[in-house]
């Protein structure tokens, strides 16, 4: 199974940068992983939140292929611990070809992405900055590979 994470806009923060980059190499020992990063919208300040999460929207729904699970990470998506989002993952390398995460831009998503999407997950109730969640989101998606291999990163 091929595994896609979906940005919009680029990382700003080396730190971020630099931490995004260690684990998405770590994750592909374990499956095949691509970052697919969209270009943020120019010009802005003329359009109403609405209006650039339809853009915004579009952008997403051209790097999606119609046999994808789309999995949105949205606030109001299901909570996990980390050994569930393993379990979980598990599940999905059965079944789908390719697994897109998608972080979307500081508004969320558009109707049109979100009745796309198979499903949405929570990373926690608190929030986090779109940069910040990349990290995050990737730091766990490494987690859940190390928990499904049996290796030690994880220590319940």
Not at 28 to 47: A, G, N
Request: with cysteine; net charge neutral.
């Amino acid at each position: 199974m091929k595994t896609v994470l979906i940005l919009v806009g680029k990382t700003v923060n080396k730190h971020f940068v630099a931490g995004i980059d260690d684990y998405a190499s770590r994750i592909t020992h374990y499956m095949p992983f691509d970052i697919v990063t969209i270009p943020e919208l120019r010009q802005t300040k003329s359009l109403s939140e609405e209006q650039q999460k339809s853009a915004e929207g579009e952008l997403i729904l051209k790097q999606i292929q119609s046999s994808d699970t789309v999995v949105l990470l949205d606030e109001h998506g299901k909570e996990l611990r980390s050994i569930e989002l393993a379990r979980w993952l598990e599940q999905k390398q059965q079944i789908a070809r390719r697994l897109v995460f998608v972080i979307g831009g500081p508004y969320g998503f558009s109707p049109e992405v979100y009745a796309r999407a198979n499903e949405q997950l929570s990373l926690s109730r608190l929030t986090f900055s779109h940069q910040m969640v990349r990290l995050v989101f990737t730091e766990q998606l490494y987690r859940a590979c190390t928990i499904i291999k049996g290796e030690p990163y994880h220590h319940e």
